[in-house]
C-alpha cells in the first residue's frame, strides 16, 4: 500500500463558486490561488477541479467547446500553469474533470458533424435515420426526455445521454478515440496528478435495438465492450503513474473489485447508491439505515483488493448536513466522523467543512440547474401551485452545493465584490471560515482533527473495517482494524439513544481520542447512552 493518494485527503473544488478574484461574480483560477494557504491549512493533499475547459455552460462546463482551452470566465492557460505550479511546492496534487462521453454540440467536431452525412466528423458522434414520430428507440436522457434529437435537415437524429446540447461521442470510432487519447496525453505533459473521469461508465452503448426491461438506463451503463476502452485509458494512466477516479455509475460494487484493483482501470471509483431517500417528496432525507449498508457493502466487496473513493457532498447533491444532519455544528461533526474514518480516499466537497446546508429558495429566479428548472415546469404543467413546484424541484436541487463558498461575514460571504452569479446562503454571518478557523470548537477545526488523526495513523488507510450494529436506524458504528484498533460510534439521528456493544468490544480497554461533544467523559460499557448526533473516536490501548 504505497500509493501517495492512499493515504491522501482530497477537496473538491467547484471553481465557479470557490473565489472570485475579479468582481465577475464567477469564481476563477486566480482565485483558487489565493486560497491555496487556506487548503493547506485545512490538512488537505490534493485538489479535484470541476470542469474549467472553454464551454457554452448549459451545464456549467460539462459540455465543453474546447478540451484544451480554458473558459475566459476563469482565467487562461498561464493562470492554470501558475496555479498547478504553486500547488505542487506547496506539495498539494491537481487533479482535473475529464469529460469524454460527451463533448458540447458547440465543439468544432459536433458543428462539422452537423453540417452533413458525409462531412468526415458525422462518425464522431452517434446518427441514425429518424422522424419526430419515429425516433430509433425509446431510451430516456438522465436530464429528462429522448436520448435522440432530430436533425431535420439530414432525416437523422443524434444521442446524448444528457442534455441536447451535449452530444456523445462514439467510442467505437477508431479516430475519436485517438483524438482522445492524445487529449489525454496533452494534459498529462503538463504535468497534472491525474483525472476525475466523468460518466465513464456511459462510452459504451448497448445496440440500438436493445431493449429496456426494468433499469431505464441499462442500455449505456458499464455496457460489454466498455473494457477495451478502459483498458486504453489504464494504459496511458499507468504510463504517467497519475491517480484516476471514476464517476461509474453501473459498476456493481463486485465488479468495482476489478475497476479497482492493483490491476484494475482506475484507482478507485465513486460509488452512485448511498444516497437512499425517505420521507415524502419535497421533504425527501437520506435514510441511514439504507446509507449505512451500501457504504458497507462497498467496504466489504472492496475490501483488501480494491479501493473506495469516500464522499457524502459534491456538486451534484444537497448538503448532507441538512439532508442527514440537523443543520447544527454538532450534526456537521458527527457527519464527518461517520464516513472521513472509513477505509478508501476520502474527498471534501467545497463548504462541507464548515457545515455549510442548503438553501432555502424562496423563488425560483434563484435557481440556476437546468435539471431542476426543467422538473419546475413540468410540474406546473402538471397543475401544481407554484409555491408546491418550488418546493419539490428544489427538495434536492444541485443549486444546493453550487451556491458561492462563505469566506467571511462581509457581504456576499466574501466569495466576490460584485454580484455572485448564485445567490449566497444567508447563513454565512455564522457559517463561514473566518469565524470558523478562528473558533476552536468549529465544524473546521473537527474536520482538520479528524484529517491529522486519518493521516498520522497508518491503521486508516490500511486496517480492516467492520460494521457494529448492522441493522440499527440511527447509530453508525464501526471498527478500523490494523497496527491499530480504533471504535468509530455515531448517533446520526435527532433521539437519544442506548446502544447495547458486544462483549468483544465492551470487555477491552478503550481511550477515547476525539468527540464532538467536548463535555464528553465517555468510557465504554456493555450499554453506550449517545445523545442526538454524538461522535465519538476510541482506540484500543
Ligand atoms: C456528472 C457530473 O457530475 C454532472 O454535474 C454532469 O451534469 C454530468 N456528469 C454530465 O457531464
Known amino acids: 500500500m504505497n500509493n501517495w493518494w492512499q493515504n491522501a485527503v482530497g477537496y473538491q473544488i467547484y471553481p465557479r463558486s470557490f473565489y472570485d478574484s475579479n468582481g465577475d461574480g464567477i469564481g476563477d483560477i486566480k482565485g483558487i490561488i489565493t486560497k491555496i494557504p487556506y487548503l493547506k491549512k485545512l490538512g488537505i493533499d490534493f485538489i479535484w477541479l470541476n470542469p474549467i475547459y472553454k464551454s457554452p455552460n448549459v451545464d456549467n462546463g460539462y459540455d465543453i467547446s474546447d478540451y484544451k482551452d480554458i473558459a475566459a470566465e476563469y482565467g487562461n492557460m498561464a493562470e492554470f500553469q501558475e496555479l498547478l505550479a504553486t500547488c505542487h511546492k506547496e506539495n498539494l496534487k491537481v487533479i482535473l474533470d475529464l469529460v469524454v462521453n460527451h463533448t458540447s454540440d458547440q465543439h468544432p467536431w459536433f458543428v462539422q458533424a452537423r453540417k452533413g452525412k458525409d462531412n468526415p466528423y458525422r462518425n464522431y458522434y452517434h446518427w441514425q435515420d429518424a422522424t419526430e414520430q419515429n425516433l430509433p428507440n425509446n431510451w430516456q436522457s438522465f436530464f429528462g426526455g429522448s436520448t435522440w434529437s432530430l436533425d431535420e435537415a439530414s432525416g437523422q437524429a443524434y444521442f446524448h445521454v444528457f442534455a441536447p446540447e451535449q452530444p456523445d461521442l462514439n467510442w467505437k470510432n477508431e479516430a475519436v478515440r485517438n483524438e482522445i487519447y492524445q487529449m489525454i496525453r496533452w494534459w498529462l505533459d503538463l504535468g497534472i ?71 484494475g482501470y482506475l484507482d478507485m471509483i465513486f460509488e452512485l447508491e448511498h444516497n437512499v431517500r425517505k420521507g415524502i417528496p419535497g421533504e425527501e432525507r437520506i435514510d441511514l439505515l439504507g446509507f449505512k449498508k451500501v457504504i458497507a457493502r462497498w467496504q466489504k466487496d472492496l475490501g483488501e483488493k480494491g479501493w473506495n473513493a469516500l464522499y457524502i457532498e459534491n456538486h451534484d447533491n444537497p448538503r448532507f448536513n441538512s439532508i442527514l444532519g440537523n443543520e447544527t455544528k454538532k450534526s456537521a461533526k458527527a457527519v464527518a466522523m461517520m464516513y472521513l474514518l472509513l477505509r478508501g480516499t476520502p474527498f471534501i466537497y467545497q463548504g462541507q467543512e464548515l457545515g455549510m446546508t442548503n438553501y432555502p429558495f424562496q423563488t425560483i429566479a434563484e435557481v440556476d440547474a437546468k435539471d431542476t428548472l426543467s422538473f419546475y415546469r413540468r410540474l406546473l404543467a402538471e397543475k401544481k401551485s407554484k409555491k408546491e413546484a418550488l418546493k419539490l424541484a428544489t427538495a434536492w436541487s444541485r443549486d444546493h452545493a453550487r451556491t458561492p463558498m462563505q469566506w467571511d461575514d462581509s457581504e456576499h460571504a466574501g466569495f466576490t465584490t460584485g454580484r455572485p452569479w448564485l445567490e449566497v446562503n444567508p447563513n454565512y454571518k455564522k457559517i463561514n471560515v473566518i469565524a470558523e478557523t478562528e473558533d476552536t470548537d468549529s465544524v473546521w477545526n473537527f474536520y482538520r482533527k479528524l484529517i491529522r488523526i486519518r493521516k498520522q495513523e497508518k491503521t486508516f488507510a490500511t486496517g480492516a473495517f467492520e460494521l457494529i450494529a448492522q441493522n440499527d436506524p440511527d447509530i453508525f458504528a464501526y471498527l478500523r482494524k490494523g497496527e491499530k484498533q480504533f471504535l468509530i460510534l455515531t448517533n446520526i439521528s435527532e433521539k437519544k439513544r442506548t446502544l447495547t456493544l458486544p462483549k468483544k468490544i465492551w470487555q477491552r480497554n478503550w481511550r477515547l481520542c476525539l468527540a464532538n461533544n467536548e463535555a464528553s467523559q465517555q468510557a465504554l460499557d456493555k450499554k453506550i447512552s449517545l445523545a442526538p448526533y454524538d461522535a465519538f473516536l476510541f482506540v484500543l490501548e
Open 193 to 263: 496528478d491525474g483525472f476525475r473521469l466523468d460518466a465513464i461508465s456511459h462510452i459504451q452503448k448497448e445496440p440500438w435495438n436493445f431493449k429496456i426491461k426494468d433499469n431505464p438506463w441499462a442500455p449505456f451503463m458499464n455496457v460489454a465492450g466498455i473494457d477495451s476502452y478502459m483498458k486504453d485509458l489504464q494504459q496511458i494512466f499507468k504510463e504517467y503513474k497519475v491517480m484516476t477516479v471514476g464517476e461509474a455509475s453501473g459498476v456493481s460494487s463486485k465488479k468495482a473489485v476489478n475497476w479497482t484493483d492493483s490491476d
